[in-house]
């Protein structure tokens, strides 16, 4: 070989080299932009030797989770499926819950893509609050980049170190405008590469949160109805007595639940002797157990017939959020309702038909569900007759 040709190739070498290490840094930039634009309040890109392969997740439990930078499919556990949903990424999950595979009524987010959920596997019984049973060897065969999961802190701890993929963990039990709800969407869209489509729900919850508090704020203590919100589930269906003490509507809206009287915090069961000594100006029902509070009725007319919200008429039904965790579109539905019912002046603006369709678009990817509740006689409004 001449001493050009060998000059030549060196020079090659250099210039192969140089492009290489040029490569590498812009990958190390790439994530450091990332990482310092403040794009999300819940991924920063990782410095990780991977370059900008993955990121770091922060969770509704403040827990920092390393996910692919692009992840392509999910799992839930819980009831991860719904802030899937919310945060846009539907399209994305590979395995879900037993519930979800058996869509109905009181869980929109899984109307809304009914063919989609009956078509993918079952990971676990779906169980939100209660015992739920996880087939790790399925999830670990499955492989999605991320699990989604509403289970506790430790729980997702655990499943993450049992199955070695990251589990990004939500909190929003009977929760509508919080911060954990906003976390948990947001953090469910830097997981599944959306971060914007989340951003733009919870702008809009922000928006409607304005909205109603605004129209709420200046109205006197004196000036507030009694309310009471009875036949709510929990452990099972109830009666007149299931009720909720810090409803998460009737807070939004600072409204004179009676049951807050109680100290308590969250659902609970009081007898018809306290209810009467309540007697609440208004009532709200959930007329999914119609034939229990019909069947209370008949034993005990002359008692309920006594009370004010029958004598004036403020009976109402409204569709019950709490399902497996709480579908935070409903629970806005029925906040506006109950203003708009207890507060008819502040809200007399409000064409509450079309805030129903808005809400529920909005939260589900585009999905009229409140077209789908009304072909089902499922609705916000006087409750129907007793007798």
């Not at 919310?86 to 899984?110: F, S």
């Not at 993929?165 to 948990?184: A, C, E, M, R």
């Amino acid at each position: 070989m001449n001493r050009k040709s060998l000059s030549l190739i060196v020079i090659a070498l250099a210039a192969a080299l140089a492009l290489a290490l040029a490569g590498c840094g812009g990958q190390s930039s790439s994530s450091s932009a990332a990482a310092s634009s403040g794009a999300s309040p819940s991924a920063a890109a990782s410095s990780a030797a991977s370059g900008d392969t993955t990121k770091t997740v922060v969770d509704a439990y403040g827990r920092e989770v390393q996910v692919p930078a692009h992840a392509q499919t999910a799992a839930t556990v819980g009831s991860g499926a719904r802030f899937v949903v919310y945060a846009g990424a539907q399209d994305k999950l590979i395995a879900v819950t037993e519930m979800e595979t058996d869509p109905a009524l009181n869980r929109p987010y899984a109307m809304a893509y009914a063919d989609l959920f009956k078509s993918l596997p079952a990971t676990s019984n779906g169980n939100h609050l209660l015992e739920t049973n996880v087939n790790e060897e399925e999830l670990v065969k499955l492989s999605p980049d991320v699990i989604i999961s509403s289970r506790s802190k430790d729980e997702c701890d655990q499943l993450q170190a049992n199955t070695g993929i990251p589990v990004i963990g939500i909190s929003y039990q009977n929760q509508l405008f919080t911060d954990n709800v906003y976390t948990s969407i947001e953090c469910v869209g830097a997981a599944l590469d959306t971060e914007d489509h989340a951003a733009e729900v919870v702008g809009k919850m922000k928006e409607w949160e304005a909205d109603i508090t605004g129209r709420v704020a200046n109205i006197s203590d004196d000036a507030k109805p009694s309310v009471y919100v009875g036949a709510v589930n929990y452990k099972g269906a109830k009666s007149w007595g299931g009720t909720y003490a810090h409803y998460a509507c009737t807070d939004v809206l600072g409204a004179n639940n009676v049951a807050d009287q109680t100290g308590q915090d969250g659902a609970l069961d009081v007898d018809l002797e306290q209810i009467g000594a309540w007697d609440p100006d208004y009532m709200f029902l959930n007329a999914g157990n119609m034939d229990l509070l019909k069947a209370d009725y008949a034993e005990n007319q002359e008692f309920f017939d006594n009370l004010s919200a029958f004598k004036n008429s403020n009976l109402y039904t409204q569709p019950f959020f709490n399902f497996n965790g709480t579908n935070v579109d409903t629970g806005i539905c029925d906040t506006y309702f109950i203003g708009a019912t207890i507060y008819p002046d502040a809200f007399a603006d409000v064409d509450l038909d079309a805030k129903y369709k808005e809400i529920y678009e909005t939260m589900l990817g585009g999905f009229d569900f409140y077209s789908v509740m009304q072909e089902n006689k499922m609705g916000f409004r006087a409750f129907p007759s007793l007798a």
